[in-house]
């Protein structure tokens, strides 16, 4: 016979914390309180497969369910001294529900079920208390109308406010027995109005009720949006549990509270609770009344002159913290506690792990760690790598005001305030002028980088999480919401209509990237701080991390933040963004727009020096690290400019006709630019551009060693290589520039490697090997071109996909690993065969997403490279990643 039943309670219980699955979160802790001796009220719960099983026998129990609970009910019954519906003696009991995960959306709990007119009665000669008794009476008629016989909750409090109103009283707490005894009838005559039949009175009726409500609220619309939103399957169930109620609401030396182990804001090691002396249940959260701190010092830093329960129940309060720093101690990790006093006695009504902010998670980690509670390996993993980007970004303040206008994607963390600029120049000129800068753009382009870098934050209407605007924001760690599609732009108009409001160019906005919120006027915000914590934290997942971390940096700005961060070196510089700053884009589209090859070098020559001076100072903030230079990928169209203006200005500077340009554009003009002629396919064709791009790099090292007697080896890349043939006929004539320069190719002064960014790439891993030292997976590209799918364009039907089960994740953030990871552990394979020594790394997005970087310790990369941002998260994950592969975890 299936055990549906397990009691708990008077010392020791049935179940225990391990059986979570089978209990929920709830039952299993009560459970393995009761089991260490704490003070338990008795009580049992239903399993969660028994929710299963209702569901699966079409909202029926089985058979033996009934006799099981009887037989628990009668154990409560016997512990509690109690019998449920004795007329003179009656057991009250609670019935709450319990799921594995938390989950808000499912029925609420139930107090004092198994009263009615003959029990109250009971219970007040009983207590000696009749006015207790009426008010626990009125309690369950409304909570258990509301949550199991969907009767509105606030019918019940029109009733009692005007009750108030018309007693003049104004504190439930001033009602008197007389007073509850009158709600009470006008509860149950609101209970027959409502529903045409009266309360139930039969307790056994009222329990079995308020069970069915309980499974039954696990198929309720809130329930199943939750857990769709938090990918909770439905099988799990629900567990309900059954329990003695014990009364908070007794008189002056009766309480009910709920308290943290450690400050859930700070991590700070000291008792951080409520409590509220003569109240029941949900009175501590509901707000009717304030609730008043649990510890003296905390009362006396709040500046508060309601007493602490240290003050007004010294023993209790003693013994309730030696039972908090017990169950810390028994679970290893802060928890979130609830009790209830009754008549000076303490009962234990809950605990589990507690919920923290991303700072207190960290501090907690670390202190625990250093009072030997966990060990390190086991702080290192408690903490959401991704959770330690909240902690560099600034934070909206949680306490001020806002005005949320719309919600877009959370495409880069951090919250932003600044006036609502539309176009990237005049981005540049505000932010020049001193203001605080928010573009806002339909979408962003390559031309906008300056822009974007200008302003504190970045809002678009159109893209995804890996539009170009959240990409480059993320890189920059600039705020951004990307995606908020209610928004409509009139660059024109220069206004922005959100609903019904219109703001207009010059307007305060701010943005929170962690959230997608956008709002009117300025919300003051919290400047990040790296802790002592933070420190040690990345200290440990330092000395534990196998892989390198780099960082994907090109101006002098990123490379600093990304050393600042710890970054080991840089594994991606593109050097096309170099090619947009404004001293030098003109020279490049002189470049592009010329008609021969002596015009190209002419044009080039003025570029050289300027690159040369880029490379000059990266290499100098990076001292000695490796760093990975991309030679030119984008397609040159992109370089080409867009506006009348700027076309005018460019023809006037090249001294040509507009026409002549935009010839020259629909030259260029292709149908599939991300497939076309760009990467190494411009080097094929233009050989003078990777030339120059070559001498700028190995001048560079020249300069450098000469200046500060450091030497460094530039890792020269190939972008987009799907054949071996390319690399040889690039390698060879960078080969010939360092010849040129009296530096001997294969000296080990510079090594030349290669992007694996095409699935053909990965297939002919081998073949490139032979003349690739490195490689370098460039996975934003190699996951468009194996799924066959453009990232700028996949937004608008990702959610479908996802919902549909199609992915899981979205392939841009976190690595496929069946399909582009079996590509990458192949190109891993082949290529060590052939080069035992072949550098490995990545470079795409992926190099800052944890369950990524989990895959590339997975198949043994070198290191990742992500953006500055990034590092941090990159470190720990690394570090996360080695701990879970070894081999006792
Ligand atoms: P939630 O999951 O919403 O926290 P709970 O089942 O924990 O719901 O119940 C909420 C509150 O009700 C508890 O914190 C406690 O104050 C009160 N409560 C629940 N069961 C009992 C009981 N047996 N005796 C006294 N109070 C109870
Ligand atoms: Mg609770
Ligand atoms: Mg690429």
């Known amino acids: 016979m299936t055990k549906w039943v397990y009691s708990f309670g008077d010392g020791h219980a049935e179940g225990a914390a391990d059986l979570k699955d089978l209990l929920g979160g709830k039952g299993a802790n009560l459970a393995e309180m009761s089991n260490l001796g704490l003070p338990v009220p008795p009580g049992f719960t239903i399993t969660t497969e028994l929710c299963t099983a209702y569901y699966a026998a079409d909202h029926t129990?089985?058979?033996?369910?009934?006799?099981?609970?009887?037989?628990?009910?009668?154990?409560?019954?016997?512990?509690?001294?109690?019998?449920?519906?004795?007329?003179?003696?009656?057991?009250?009991?609670?019935?709450?529900?319990?799921?594995?995960?938390?989950?808000?959306?499912?029925?609420?709990?139930?107090?004092?079920?198994?009263?009615?007119?003959?029990?109250?009665?009971?219970?007040?000669?009983?207590?000696?208390?009749?006015?207790?008794?009426?008010?626990?009476?009125?309690?369950?008629?409304?909570?258990?109308?509301?949550?199991?016989?969907?009767?509105?909750h606030y019918l019940f409090e029109d009733l009692l406010d005007q009750h108030k109103d018309v007693a003049g009283l104004t504190l439930d707490t001033d009602l008197g027995v007389d007073d509850w005894k009158e709600l009470v009838g006008q509860f149950k005559a609101l209970v027959q109005t409502e529903l045409g039949r009266s309360f139930p009175t039969d307790p056994a009726e009222q329990l079995w009720g308020a069970v069915g409500a309980v499974f039954g609220s696990w198929r309720n619309n809130r329930a199943n949006t939750y857990r769709r939103l938090h990918n909770i399957p439905e099988e799990w169930g629900t567990a309900v549990n059954i329990q003695a109620m014990v009364f908070g609401n007794m008189g002056d030396d009766s309480a009910t509270g709920v308290t943290f182990t450690r400050n859930p804001t700070t991590g700070e090691n000291v008792i951080y609770g409520e409590y509220l002396i003569n109240a029941q249940g949900e009175d501590v959260v509901a707000g009717i009344r304030t609730p008043q701190h649990l510890s003296k010092s905390a009362r006396v830093e709040a500046g508060d002159d309601l007493p602490s329960m240290e003050e007004v129940l010294p023993e209790t309060y003693a013994e309730l913290s030696t039972i908090m720093h017990d169950l810390e101690a028994h679970y290893r990790d802060m928890q979130d506690i609830e009790f209830t006093v009754q008549s000076g006695k303490l009962w234990m009504l809950q605990t589990r792990s507690g919920k923290r902010t991303a700072p207190a998670a960290l501090k907690i980690a670390v202190d625990m760690a250093n009072e030997g509670v966990i060990d390190r390996d086991e702080a290192l993993l408690r903490i959401d790598a991704e959770s330690l980007d909240q902690l560099l970004h600034p934070t909206l303040d949680p306490q001020a005001p806002k005005k949320v206008l719309t919600t877009g994607l959370p495409a880069s963390p951090g919250a932003a305030s600044g006036i609502v600029v539309f176009d990237a120049d005049e981005a540049e000129r505000a932010s020049h002028d001193g203001h605080s800068v928010i573009l806002v753009r339909i979408e962003t382009s390559p031309e906008d980088i300056h822009g974007m870098h200008a302003s504190k934050g970045i809002l678009t209407c159109r893209g995804g999480m890996t539009s170009h605007a959240a990409v480059?924001?993320?890189?920059?760690?600039?705020?951004?919401?990307?995606?908020?599609?209610?928004?409509?732009?009139?660059?024109?108009?220069?206004?922005?209509?959100?609903?019904?409001?219109?703001?207009?160019?010059?307007?305060?906005?701010?943005?929170?990237?962690?959230?997608?919120?956008?709002?009117?006027?300025?919300?003051?915000?919290i400047d990040p701080k790296m802790s002592e914590d933070f420190n040690t934290l990345m200290e440990w997942a330092d000395a534990t991390r196998r892989m390198i971390v780099r960082t994907n940096a090109e101006t002098p700005a990123d490379a600093r933040t990304a050393r600042e961060y710890g970054a080991q070196g840089i594994g991606l510089c593109r050097t096309e963004h170099m090619f947009f700053e404004s001293d030098r884009i003109s020279a490049v589209r002189e470049m592009i727009l010329a008609e021969n090859e002596a015009d190209r070098r002419k044009a080039l020559a003025k570029i050289l020096p300027m690159q040369r001076q880029d490379f000059v100072e990266l290499f100098g903030i990076m001292q000695g690290l490796p760093v990975t230079i991309r030679l030119l990928d984008p397609p040159l169209h992109e370089f080409l400019p867009k506006?009348?203006?700027?076309?005018?200005?460019?023809?006037?500077?090249?001294?040509?006709?507009?026409?002549?340009?935009r010839n020259r554009a629909n030259e260029l003009?292709?149908?599939?630019?991300?497939?076309?002629?760009?990467?190494?396919?411009?080097?094929?064709?233009?050989?003078?551009?990777?030339?120059?791009?070559?001498?700028?790099?190995?001048?560079?090292?020249v300069a450098v060693k000469e200046a500060t007697g450091e030497t460094v080896v530039p890792e020269i890349m190939i972008p987009l290589v799907g054949s071996r043939r390319e690399l040889d006929i690039l390698k060879a004539r960078i080969d010939g520039v360092a010849t040129d320069l009296g530096i001997a190719p294969d000296s080990g002064a510079y090594i030349v490697g290669t992007m694996i960014e095409l699935p053909r790439a990965a297939l002919m891993a081998g073949d490139i090997a032979e003349t690739a030292e490195f490689f370098s997976f460039g996975t934003n590209d190699l996951?468009?071109?194996?799924?066959?799918?453009?990232?700028?364009?996949?937004?608008?039907?990702?959610?479908?996909?996802?919902?549909?089960?199609?992915?899981?994740?979205?392939?841009?953030?976190?690595?496929?690993?069946?399909?582009?990871?079996?590509?990458?552990?192949?190109?891993?394979?082949?290529?060590?065969?052939?080069?035992?020594?072949?550098?490995?790394?990545?470079?795409?997005?992926?190099?800052?997403?944890?369950?990524?970087?989990?895959?590339?310790?997975?198949?043994?990369?070198?290191?990742?490279?992500?953006?500055?941002?990034?590092?941090?998260?990159?470190?720990?994950?690394?570090?996360q990643a080695v701990i879970n592969n070894r081999d006792d975890r």
């Not at 519906?85 to 139930?110: E, I, Q, Y």
């Not at 076309?676 to 120059?692: A, T």
């Open 472 to 525: 480059v924001a993320r890189g920059m760690g600039r705020p951004c919401v990307s995606g908020a599609g209610s928004l409509s732009i009139d660059y024109a108009a220069r206004t922005l209509k959100i609903g019904s409001t219109t703001i207009k160019g010059g307007d305060t906005i701010t943005i929170d990237g962690s959230t997608g919120e956008v709002m009117l006027g300025t919300v003051k915000t």
């Open 669 to 701: 003009h292709e149908f599939n630019p991300m497939l076309g002629h760009r990467g190494c396919r411009l080097g094929i064709s233009y050989p003078e551009i990777y030339e120059m791009q070559a001498q700028a790099i190995f001048e560079a090292t």
């Open 783 to 879: 996951t468009q071109t194996t799924f066959g799918l453009s990232r700028d364009d996949s937004a608008s039907f990702l959610e479908d996909y996802i919902r549909h089960g199609i992915f899981t994740r979205d392939p841009f953030v976190t690595i496929d690993r069946e399909g582009v990871g079996e590509l990458m552990k192949m190109a891993v394979e082949r290529g060590r065969s052939v080069r035992k020594n072949l550098k490995l790394g990545i470079c795409g997005e992926h190099g800052g997403d944890p369950d990524s970087i989990q895959f590339c310790e997975d198949i043994g990369l070198d290191y990742v490279s992500c953006s500055p941002y990034r590092v941090p998260i990159a470190r720990l994950a690394a570090a």
């Open 61 to 152: 129990y089985p058979d033996e369910l009934a006799a099981q609970v009887d037989a628990a009910l009668q154990q409560i019954e016997d512990t509690a001294g109690a019998k449920f519906g004795d007329p003179a003696n009656p057991l009250l009991v609670s019935v709450r529900s319990g799921a594995r995960a938390s989950m808000p959306g499912m029925m609420d709990t139930v107090l004092n079920l198994g009263l009615n007119d003959i029990t109250v009665e009971g219970l007040a000669s009983l207590s000696g208390d009749a006015r207790f008794a009426y008010d626990s009476y009125r309690r369950f008629i409304q909570m258990y109308s509301d949550v199991v016989l969907d009767v509105d």
């Open 643 to 661: 506006s009348e203006e700027e076309l005018a200005e460019t023809a006037k500077q090249a001294g040509v006709s507009v026409a002549t340009i």
